[in-house]
């Protein structure tokens, strides 16, 4: 079987073209760290009788994930390169819908990747988290806000990023039972209205070194609260991802989409 490893920000996936019988049993075999491949989840490439393409996003628990901010920009450069899709203007299909990247691309190369991620979602139904209201409420002793970005995210504003207890809390919170789906939880520390540090432990994964969706989700959190500005650099451990937030709701998210090797491996 013929794979590309790639990675947003260090959240890495294994990319595979073609429907895979047992997708759920194959994310489980590659995405072993240390013991196969190793990743966050798979990124299956498929057609799409709605877009250019389809993406379907495996988690390495076998799981499956409606959306991935950091994942549709390594496939969006992906199908391009690999002339799948010839324009650097696409539509991706996901469970969440259509997602529209563009690739900014300088000297032939794809620099970066900026992906309309639509209009963020602050309904409880929709995230959804069983809270009166989504944007202030309590889990696990702390105080949260919840958002639908693709998929739900839950954030928790803490003073010392590098104290919080991730490993401890975020498993707690993602299986909660307000949060009917689980939910992605991503703790943030603001520096001021336009930089805030972010940790997140995945829904699905696990720990992770980026989540793109996560931090869509937080930054529009964090306007709608007051608490920053409409554009924000979201920073994680190996870089930072750029987000603005259209007057219209919209968010955009801009960061790179890297390759980390190429082959061939056993799989189901």
């Not at 390594?74 to 991706?92: E, L, Q, S």
């Not at 209009?119 to 409880?124: D, T």
């Not at 790179?256 to 056993?266: C, I, L, P, S």
């Amino acid at each position: 079987m013929h794979i590309t490893k790639m990675h947003g920000l260090g959240n890495d996936f294994i990319v595979i073209e073609g429907q895979a019988a047992d997708p759920a049993g194959l994310a489980r075999d590659l995405c072993r760290r240390r013991l196969a491949v190793g990743a966050d989840g798979l990124l299956l490439v498929e057609p799409s009788e709605i877009a250019d393409v389809k993406m379907r996003i495996i988690n390495s628990d076998g799981s499956e994930a409606e959306m991935c901010g950091n994942g549709v920009r390594c496939f969006a450069r992906y199908v391009y390169d690999k002339g799948i899709v010839k324009t650097p203007d696409m539509a991706i299909e996901t469970l969440a819908g259509v997602v529209k990247p563009q690739l900014i691309v300088e000297n032939g190369e794809v620099a970066a990747v900026r992906v309309d991620m639509g209009i963020p979602s602050f309904a409880g139904g929709d995230i959804p988290v069983l809270a009166d209201d989504p944007l202030d409420f309590e889990v696990c002793g702390l105080r949260a806000a919840s958002v639908l970005c693709g998929v739900p995210h839950t954030l928790v504003l803490v003073e010392d990023l590098e104290g919080a207890d991730i490993d401890g809390l975020g498993p707690r919170i993602e299986k909660d039972p307000l949060f009917p789906r689980g939910t992605n939880v991503n703790f943030v520390q603001l520096v001021d209205g336009h930089t805030a540090h972010m940790r997140t432990w995945e829904r699905g994964a696990g720990r992770t070194l980026a989540c793109g969706t996560g931090a869509t989700g937080c930054a529009a959190v964090l306007f709608k609260k007051g608490l920053a500005a409409n554009e924000i650099d979201m920073h994680v451990q190996p870089g930072a991802l750029h987000i603005e937030l259209a007057p219209d709701g919209r968010a955009f998210m801009t960061g790179a989409a890297e390759y980390v090797f190429e082959g061939d491996t056993k799989g189901k």
